[in-house]
């Protein structure tokens, strides 16, 4: 009974934390929503626009931001919060081996935003804008994307690339309790690089650019996970 009313303790904290993080967000969602249109600016100029099409369809853009940014927000606070329920119950080993992981993950995941919000965006908005048709002898054909749809364009991928750049972290768990190992790795790296694609192709919308871009960090990242779960494995056998 103790364990329940502490777990309950935790997930209503964690609540009330979301809800907080929610309502700052919303607050300050037009900013957010300014700064993720940063890359769409840079390519289009300074006179560039936006659209939506029914009336409560900014609001719901501005809801959605909050409820993304809220989540992103509490979800290292969650992680503590669940690690602090389970830590009595592990050995000193097992809390020491876990404990860079509640700050690596986050930190892999901020990671893959920054490189959609720098790299990505920039490299397909420009990519886009190839397409628009504008002169006189021709109808004209501009890039002017709704609010909704850029905002589920850019989350998309953030979600896609935060995902796949935990796979260090996934890896390096999966070899400290012996599921894999670095010689199975290497031995499945031609196949592990075409998952890798076909899942950049259902998780990011349907643009070779954005494929390619998720699929070659994945990639590196996959080479870089060999290199950790031989360091774990080196360890294991010294220890």
């Known amino acids: 009974i103790e364990h329940f009313i502490e777990l309950r303790t935790r997930i209503i904290r964690s609540v009330i934390f979301l809800a907080f993080a929610f309502f700052i967000a919303f607050v300050i969602s037009e ?4 700064f993720l249109v940063n890359p769409y600016e840079t390519i289009m100029g300074s006179g560039s626009q936006m659209i939506y099409t029914a009336p409560q369809e900014f609001l719901i853009v501005k809801l959605k931001i ?3 940014g809220g989540l ?4 290292p606070y969650f992680c503590m919060e669940l690690y602090s329920f389970i830590a009595p119950g592990l050995y000193k080993k097992e809390k020491i081996a876990m404990a860079p992981y509640l700050i690596i993950s986050p930190l892999l995941f901020m990671l ?5 919000h720098y790299i990505i965006m920039p490299l397909a908005l420009n990519f886009f804008a190839e397409m628009q048709i504008n002169n006189k002898e021709s109808i004209t054909i501009l890039m002017m994307p709704k609010v909704s749809e850029y905002l589920n ?3 998309s991928l953030i979600i896609a690339f935060g995902l796949c750049f ?4 996934l890896l ?3 070899a400290r309790v012996g599921f894999v190992t670095s010689s199975l790795l290497k031995k499945g790296r031609k196949y592990a690089i075409v998952l890798v694609f076909l899942i950049a192709a259902f998780l990011t919308p349907p643009d070779l650019i954005s494929q390619i871009g998720l699929a070659l960090p994945t ?3 996959y080479e870089i996970s060999i290199l950790i779960v031989s360091i774990i494995e080196k360890r294991k056998n010294n220890g």
């Open 31 to 34: 900013e957010i929503y300014l």
């Open 66 to 68: 909050a409820l993304f």
């Open 72 to 75: 992103l927000v509490s979800f």
């Open 112 to 116: 893959g935003a920054i490189t959609v």
């Open 153 to 155: 364009f850019i989350t």
């Open 166 to 169: 935990q796979l260090p972290v």
């Open 172 to 174: 390096a768990l999966l």
């Open 219 to 221: 990639l590196l990242l």
